[in-house]
């Protein structure tokens, strides 16, 4: 029997298809330092997206890219890089934790939790103040789900509540936070979208900034943005559910 004859392109899809299946029925590891782990295997691999399929002892199905899947498998450097960036992400947010005196217990989980919360007619304020900027700013149109396509995908949302204290964690001068956010995790990478944008701030400029501002004896002012959807133009269109 012989192999039929490829094409340089289709010659390098099958070696790159035939490299990513390798990692199939691989056990991987997912941590989370100071909550522990979730243990489960590569099960599928998908071509056409190419991501993978990975099943976690308890039934959960997570989808996920080639790039990703490599932080979950043991032995390979990314996996090492992810993890010492995962304890050092948990150390700074541990001494961030303790060092606040707010109770997070009384954070209000969801909008019923903070309908029945003492401070009731605070969080109502902050909704009221949150919904209002975002309206404002058109972050959004109301469509009837049947004007959708058939298969579009809807994000499912969340209320999100904080307390909010001072520089010295004051409870005293604590202020109410209610965000609306989308549930952006829903999505896959290469099926419902194709790239992202987080900006952060950068350590390096912000040491720059404070250097200058020792040097030049200038005085640093502080401003808090209230509202999350400082800029709400996209060139992309999402479908997102209110409750």
């Given at each position: 029997m012989?192999s039929?004859l490829?094409?340089?392109?289709?010659?390098?899809?099958?070696?790159?298809?035939?490299?990513?299946t390798?990692?199939?029925?691989?056990?991987?590891?997912?941590?989370?330092?100071?909550?522990?782990s979730?243990?489960?295997?590569?099960?599928?691999?998908h071509p056409?997206?190419?991501?993978?399929?990975i099943?976690?002892?308890?039934?959960?199905?997570?989808?996920?890219?080639?790039?990703?899947?490599?932080?979950?498998?043991?032995?390979?450097q990314?996996?090492?890089a992810?993890?010492e960036?995962?304890?050092a992400?948990?150390?700074t947010?541990?001494?961030?934790?303790?060092?606040?005196t707010?109770?997070?217990?009384?954070?209000?989980?969801n909008?019923?939790?903070?309908?029945?919360?003492?401070?009731?007619?605070t969080?109502?304020?902050?909704?009221?103040?949150?919904?209002?900027k975002l309206?404002?700013l058109?972050c959004?149109?109301?469509?009837?789900?049947?004007?959708?396509?058939q298969?579009a995908?809807?994000?499912k949302?969340?209320?999100a509540?904080?307390y909010?204290t001072?520089?010295?964690?004051?409870?005293?001068?604590?202020?109410?936070?209610?965000?609306f956010?989308?549930?952006?995790?829903?999505?896959?990478?290469?099926?419902h979208?194709?790239e992202?944008?987080?900006?952060?701030?950068?350590f390096?400029?912000t040491?720059?900034?404070?250097?200058?501002t020792s040097?030049?004896?200038f005085?640093?002012?502080?401003?808090?943005v209230?509202?999350?959807?400082?800029?709400?133009?996209t060139?992309?269109?999402?479908?997102?559910?209110?409750?």
């Open positions: 012989f039929p490829l094409s340089p392109k289709e010659k390098q899809i099958k070696e790159y298809s035939d490299d990513h390798l990692l199939l029925k691989i056990a991987i590891t997912k941590r989370y330092p100071g909550h522990g979730f243990n489960g295997k590569i099960t599928e691999y056409a997206s190419d991501n993978y399929s099943t976690y002892q308890d039934g959960d199905l997570e989808i996920t890219s080639h790039s990703n899947i490599l932080t979950y498998v043991k032995g390979t990314q996996y090492q992810h993890h960036n995962q304890l992400l948990y150390s947010f541990h001494t961030a934790v303790s060092s606040n707010t109770q997070s217990d009384n954070v209000p989980e909008y019923e939790d903070a309908r029945a919360a003492p401070d009731v007619a969080w109502m304020k902050a909704c009221d103040v949150e919904m209002g309206r404002s058109g959004w149109e109301i469509l009837p789900r049947s004007s959708l396509p298969n995908s809807v994000m949302s969340r209320w509540f904080r909010k001072n520089e010295p964690g004051d409870l005293k001068s604590v202020s109410h936070r209610f965000r956010v989308a549930k952006g995790y829903s999505q896959v990478q290469g099926l979208y194709f992202n944008c987080a900006p952060v701030a950068s390096i400029m040491r720059i900034l404070f250097a200058l040097n030049f004896k005085k640093v002012l502080q401003y808090d209230s509202v999350a959807f400082i800029q709400s133009k060139r992309f269109k999402s479908s997102t559910r209110l409750l």
